[in-house]
């Protein structure tokens, strides 16, 4: 089974078996607005979960990506280097942004589950207004 992770920095990571899937949230594309570049970690760079591991940038900000959990990066996605915009389009599925073979796999149960992310969304929208 995949299961989905979130982090209150709208980070996401997918994970099958060791393997995790990393990516921005839709809310947080929809913060940031049109993103024009992205800077991804390398291939096998050794990640510590809460490190920043890559940066976003939009028309209104740049934003480092934190990493969700540890690893070393087997993957990133490069078509995003020429076409940056497919993160705002999809966040889930073309606008992943590396994957990373887990090296402490515990650390998902720190990480937020779906019901969870949205409760802590609805709380920070609620700070905004």
């Known amino acids: 089974t995949i299961r989905l992770k979130y982090t ?8 099958d078996g ?5 990516g921005i949230t839709d809310f947080a594309a929809e913060q940031l607005g049109d993103i024009v570049f992205v800077e991804l ?5 050794k990640i510590v979960k809460g490190d920043a591991a890559g940066a976003v ?6 934003s480092d990506i934190y990493a969700p959990v540890s690893g070393v990066v087997t993957e990133k996605n490069n078509i995003l280097e020429q076409e940056p915009g497919k993160i705002n389009k999809s966040p ?7 994957k990373l073979k887990l090296t402490n796999i515990t650390e998902l149960s720190e990480l937020l589950n779906e019901k969870d992310y949205e409760d802590f969304k609805k709380e920070e929208e609620g700070q905004e207004n």
């Open 8 to 15: 209150k920095k709208h980070e996401w990571v997918s994970v």
């Open 92 to 98: 889930f599925d073309e606008g992943w942004l590396y």
């Open 18 to 22: 060791e393997v995790g899937t990393v």
């Open 57 to 62: 940038e939009s028309v209104k900000a740049a």
């Open 41 to 45: 970690p390398d291939v096998e760079t």
